[in-house]
Structures are given as structure tokens and as C-alpha cells.
Nanobody
Framework: QVQLVESGGGLVQPGGSLRLSCAAS????????MDWYRQAPGKERELVAG???????NYADSVKGRFTVSRDNAKNTVYLQMDSLKPEDTAVYYCHVWRSVVGGRLDYWGQGTQVTVSS
């Protein structure tokens, strides 16, 4: 079982920056792939960025060049650096970790952290 706790959300002006953190506990961290998702009011949850166990990253087109995902296995933490924030980035951001196992997949979610971009 993996427990995830996100932090770092808040209110920021357009053009500003925030860094989200997701601290994991309860299992060996470096065997999990890690993603950040977000969900805005009235919209479906969408993948924002991900980083695999081999540190291969991927990003949604809407955040490429502005967001950076990274991980520190020694600290059991994944980060999402968000720069040049826009009002449309406003959402609840969720940390998600997963790995494949025989017969399926293990998935764990954090509780979410609110990011609001507004002047």
C-alpha cells in the first residue's frame, strides 16, 4: 500500500510559479511510475505530466515548455514545477503512482491540492 500526500498548491497570479510536491510512503518508491493529473470544475481529469522509473518524462501539450516533472527517489517525492501559469491551469492537481504487476496494475492517488491562477 502506498500513501501519497500532495502539497504546494495555492493562489498565484498569471505568469507566476508554483512547485507541487507529492510525498510517498508505504512502499519502495523507485519501482513506481509517477504522474500528475488535474481536474478543473466541470471537466474530466486529465494527465498533465508523468515520469517513469527510468526518468522518461511526458507532458500534455498544454503545459509543454512551462511545467517540469521530476522525482527524488531518496526522498520518495515527485515534483511538478509550474511556471508561466495561466488562468486555465486552475484545477485540483492529483499525484498518481502506478506499476504493472502480474495480472494487472497497482494504482494509488493522492487527495489533491488546489491550484488557482487569478489576478
Amino acid at each position: 500500500q502506498v500513501q501519497l500526500v500532495e502539497s504546494g498548491g495555492g493562489l498565484v497570479q498569471p505568469g507566476g510559479s508554483l512547485r507541487l510536491s507529492c510525498a510517498a510512503s508505504g512502499s519502495t518508491f523507485n519501482i513506481y511510475n509517477m504522474d500528475w493529473y488535474r481536474q478543473a470544475p466541470g471537466k474530466e481529469r486529465e494527465l498533465v505530466a508523468g515520469i517513469t522509473v527510468l526518468r522518461i518524462t511526458n507532458y500534455a501539450d498544454s503545459v509543454k515548455g512551462r511545467f517540469t516533472v521530476s522525482r527524488d527517489n531518496a526522498k520518495n517525492t515527485v515534483y511538478l514545477q509550474m511556471d508561466s501559469l495561466k488562468p486555465e491551469d486552475t484545477a485540483v492537481y492529483y499525484c498518481h503512482v502506478w506499476r504493472s504487476v502480474v495480472g494487472g496494475r497497482l494504482d494509488y492517488w493522492g487527495q489533491g491540492t488546489q491550484v488557482t491562477v487569478s489576478s
